[in-house]
């Protein structure tokens, strides 16, 4: 049972980072983006070609650099940050709602295709194996103790994007994304700079993305597409509109309801003799009629978007006249 | 007015632009003096917004060319015009909806200094803190000039259509731009809050913002404006004192009419 415990908290930590990710993009930027599963597979691709050996036929894959975990996964989230500079440059430009999302989910299928298809990028289809327990021999830990640790390296990973996001959520710098999402022009014509603050905020959310995928890489060790499938993203837009659009706070809240429960909750169900495949079904299911429900009822999630509250004006204080 | 009438807020030489087939500005010229309220007059379709978009950066024109305090602003994007000192509103309210009234006062004050993004992680500096400060303090103080103070915490969506008139202008008044161009202002507005924005009208004026303001409301324009440039057919076509275009036989045929010449 504690096995199970470790494996949801490093899964739920991990998963709440991609969300805070996500929130930058979606919630403040407003920017519906698609791809941005991609770059969490980038960082993961690019953590396991950095750390593990050079390939042995048959299997094909760059780099094979051994380098030490920490180095790959900063490097990893550069890549993240290079190939979202690269979707966004393109995306960003002129297109705009249902327009960018149509032209990200392009980039997304043609990072898929890729990986999948060239083989000597990252083994195709085999994908990457053979990251085990990073960091693991530096503290001499056997399996179950590292496994302790890596749960204990996520959470604390996912407490630092908290603080920097809550940093940013009330700066100005996320103030001025507000403004992109609630009205652009209205953003242009008071002096922001709209592609270059959009482009900012996309490339911030990709390298998020990227360092998600990069502890993804260690807690699965191995990377390949068929880790990357269509419905990850739906459960990720899913937890950041359940817990509430724009808010670090709500998408901490959404991550648990989304991640834990409602991903966990259909391991309890029975088992339907003749068709293993029906719980697995049913989770698609609940996750699309939570989303469905919430878009009907609630579209700012349980959490809204916090504004800044100012105090009633304070009294002057009565002058004594002593 | 004693304003110096050496260097004009905006000046406007042979200002075209065309979509398609249809010259929606052609050959536009003015000048809207500076310390002066200019008002922008015409039928509908006269392009007088497309006028505002080209000089504003939102459009690009075909060719001629716009003078802000003697600098050439056309091929420039919206933000670096605004930077500059020319800030322009829509026809409709353009709100941050989701933002509150007093966010919406103070984040219309562009503050290069402080939107970086390390800023955001870093944190301020004493300096920028009591800037920041500063600008808080200042945008109540708007927000009382305006009426504004009991609904400060409300998000700006949720206000009327009147009320989102006067967050406009608080922006405005926080933006502090060298020159305002108000796409009628006076949509939707009753007769009272008019008055009101008259009087705004003139606190610009009087705190160094020049303004030029497009209006169909004619008592309005008498009222507000020193000077006034109508335009037909995407062109001038008449300019002067508001009295003086009373008479003028061009301005009633294309716009005025028989309504004020009875």
């Given at each position: ?13 991990i998963?709440?980072i991609?969300?805070?990710?996500l ?17 969490i ?6 953590t396991?070609?950095l750390?593990?050996g ?11 650099l051994q380098?030490p ?5 900063v ?25 960018f ?6 980039a ?11 083989v000597?990028?990252?083994?195709g ?5 053979g ?13 179950l ?6 749960m ?6 996912f ?29 242009a ?11 900012k ?6 390298g998020?993305?990227?360092f ?28 950041v ?6 808010n ?5 809240l ?7 429960v ?28 939570v ?8 579209p ?8 800044f509250?100012?105090?009633?004006p304070?009294?002057e204080p ?5 | 007015?004693s ?18 087939g ?7 010229s003015f ?15 006269a ?13 690009l024109?075909?060719?001629?060319t ?15 015009i ?19 009234v007093l ?21 301020l ?6 800037r920041a400060f500063?600008?808080?303090a ?7 000039e ?7 915490n409300?998000?700006a ?14 922006r ?9 161009i ?7 507005v ?24 497009v ?17 037909a ?6 300019e002067?004192?508001?009295e ?17 010449t009875?």
């Open positions: 049972m504690s096995a199970y415990i470790v494996s949801i908290l490093t899964e739920g930590a998963f709440g991609m969300a805070l990710g929130n930058v993009i979606w919630g403040w930027s407003g920017d519906f983006d698609l791809a941005y599963y991609g770059y597979a980038v960082g993961a691709y690019m396991l070609v750390t593990i050079p390939p042995t036929a048959p299997a094909h894959y760059i780099l094979g380098l975990y920490p180095a790959a996964v490097l990893a989230v550069i890549s993240s940050m290079a190939v979202g500079l690269v979707v966004g440059l393109i995306a960003l430009r002129h297109l705009r709602g249902i327009y999302s149509i032209v990200t989910l392009g997304v299928y043609v990072m898929y295709v890729f990986a999948g298809q060239y000597p990028l990252f083994d289809y085999n994908g990457l194996s990251l085990f327990d990073p960091m693991g021999d530096w503290f001499g830990l056997d399996y103790s590292y496994q302790w640790f890596l204990g390296l996520c959470l604390v990973m407490g630092l994007v908290l603080l920097f996001m809550w940093r940013l959520s009330g700066s100005r710098f996320g103030m001025a994304l507000r403004t992109l999402r609630e009205d652009e022009r209205a953003a014509a008071f002096g922001r700079d709209i592609y270059r603050l959009k482009l905020g996309y490339v911030l959310g990709a998020v993305g990227g998600a995928g990069a502890l993804f890489a260690a807690y699965l060790s191995a990377f390949n597409p068929s880790a990357w499938s269509p419905i990850e993203i739906i459960v990720l837009y899913a937890a509109l359940v817990g509430g659009r724009g670090i706070w709500g998408v901490v959404g991550v648990f309801i989304m991640g834990i409602v991903q966990e909750s259909t391991r309890f169900l029975p088992e339907v003799p003749g068709h293993p495949q029906i719980v697995l079904a049913l989770r698609g299911v609940i996750i699309g009629l989303l469905v429900l919430f878009l009907r009822f609630r700012q999630g349980l959490l809204p978007e916090r504004r509250v100012d105090p009633a304070k009294l009565a002058t004594r006249t002593a | 007015m304003a110096s009438s050496s260097t004009p807020a905006l000046e406007v030489r042979g200002l075209t632009k065309h979509f398609g249809v010259y929606a500005v052609e050959g536009c000048v809207a003096p500076m310390g002066q309220v200019t008002g922008l007059i015409g039928p509908n379709g392009g007088k917004s497309t006028a505002i978009d080209l000089i504003s950066g939102f459009k024109p075909d060719s001629g716009v003078l802000f305090k003697g600098r050439a602003l056309e091929g420039l994007p919206p933000h670096v605004a930077r500059l000192g020319l800030i322009r509103t829509f026809q409709a309210p353009r709100e941050w909806p989701g933002l509150t966010e919406n006062v103070v984040m219309a004050n562009w503050d290069g200094g402080r939107e970086g993004f390390l800023r955001g992680i870093v944190g500096g004493t300096s920028q803190r009591s500063d600008e808080l200042w945008a109540r103080e708007i927000l009382e305006f009426g504004l103070t009991q609904l400060r409300e998000r969506g949720n206000l009327s259509g009147g009320q989102k008139r006067l967050v406009e202008f608080a405005i008044r926080m933006a502090q731009p060298e020159l305002v108000l796409d009628e202002p006076m949509g939707g009753n007769p009272v809050l008019g008055e009101r924005m008259a009087v705004a009208i003139e606190a610009f004026i009087a705190s160094g913002t020049s303004v030029i303001v209006e169909h409301n004619l008592p309005f324009i008498q009222r507000v404006t020193q000077h006034v440039i109508v335009m057919q995407g062109t001038v076509i008449a002067g004192p508001f003086s275009l009373r008479s003028n036989q061009d301005v009633i045929d294309a716009y005025l009419g028989e309504l004020v009875q």
